[in-house]
């Protein structure tokens, strides 16, 4: 093989390694935001030498992907990973990246599965793929729905921070839906507890009168809950063993696709 040619596969291995560094760099500082990184923890983090890391970061900044200060000495985030960023959510189409997921959902569990949004407190059914049993539940796409009632809003209401569970408790009546809605504040933070320690919300016809359905939040990259995902079907067929497997697969599913929108999942999350 001649010189040359070998030359130029070992510059491009090099390059490869560099910008995969450099990555590596961009994503542990944007997982720290909003807190600023130094030197010496940025390069114990990454297992690279403070020669290599500050040869990294010097040219992140000229390229504006980082901004540096000189007082603290410590790293962020710069304009031009803002730019990329924004892009990419600008790119992002959330019911178009979930259905591959809703469609495996349903092949799994021959149930039906749902994505909502929230908007405000409230959420609104947005996507379905339908059970392809003959007796199977539906929702109606478009139709809002209050944060308290059923699987798909509690999950909703339990991924969004303490102040905002706090704030929705104190302004909105938790007036029932059904004969199982829950309506005691007590009761809700006790069940929003379960849900973030089980990783999913379960509902037996909170919502609708003999649904059962199982959920769990969708992520942004920024952390704020975009929606979330569910399983639903005939009470009859979410006995407590089953809806447990659902839950469970609903909750890594929903995982996966708030990865997909860029949300890094905390340790508390995981």
Request: charged content about 20%; hydrophobic content about 40%; some cysteine.
């Amino acid at each position: 093989m001649p010189e040359q040619e070998i030359a130029g596969q070992e510059t491009d291995a090099g390059s490869r390694s560099g910008l995969a560094r450099a990555l590596t760099v961009i994503e542990l500082i944007a997982e720290r935001s909003p807190e600023t990184m130094g030197l010496s923890v940025l390069a114990r983090d990454l297992s690279l030498s403070k020669s290599v890391t500050h040869r990294i970061l010097k040219e992140l900044v000229a390229l504006d992907f980082l901004a540096f200060d000189p007082a603290t000495k410590h790293y962020r985030l710069g304009s031009g990973a803002l730019q990329v960023g924004l892009a990419a959510l600008r790119g992002l189409d959330v019911p178009r990246l979930a259905r591959p997921y809703l469609r495996r959902l349903v092949q799994r569990t021959s149930e039906t599965a749902t994505l909502s949004v929230r908007q405000g407190w409230g959420r609104v059914y947005i996507d379905q793929v339908l059970s392809p049993h003959e007796i199977r539940m539906s929702v109606v796409l478009g139709t809002s729905h209050a944060l308290h009632a059923g699987s798909s809003s509690k999950a909703i209401l339990a991924g969004l921070p303490d102040a905002d569970v706090d704030e929705y408790l104190e302004s909105h009546a938790l007036d029932p839906v059904t004969a199982a809605t829950i309506t005691s504040v007590d009761a809700l933070r006790t069940e929003i507890t379960h849900i973030r320690e089980v990783g999913y919300a379960l509902s037996s016809g909170e919502r609708q009168a003999g649904a059962g359905s199982v959920a769990a939040p969708v992520h942004l990259a920024n952390g704020d809950v975009f929606g979330s995902i569910s399983l639903c079907g005939p009470i009859d067929r979410f006995r407590p063993d089953v809806a447990a497997a659902h839950g469970a697969l609903v909750a890594e599913t929903a995982r996966r696709i708030s990865a997909e929108l860029g949300h890094r999942a905390s340790m508390k999350e995981a």
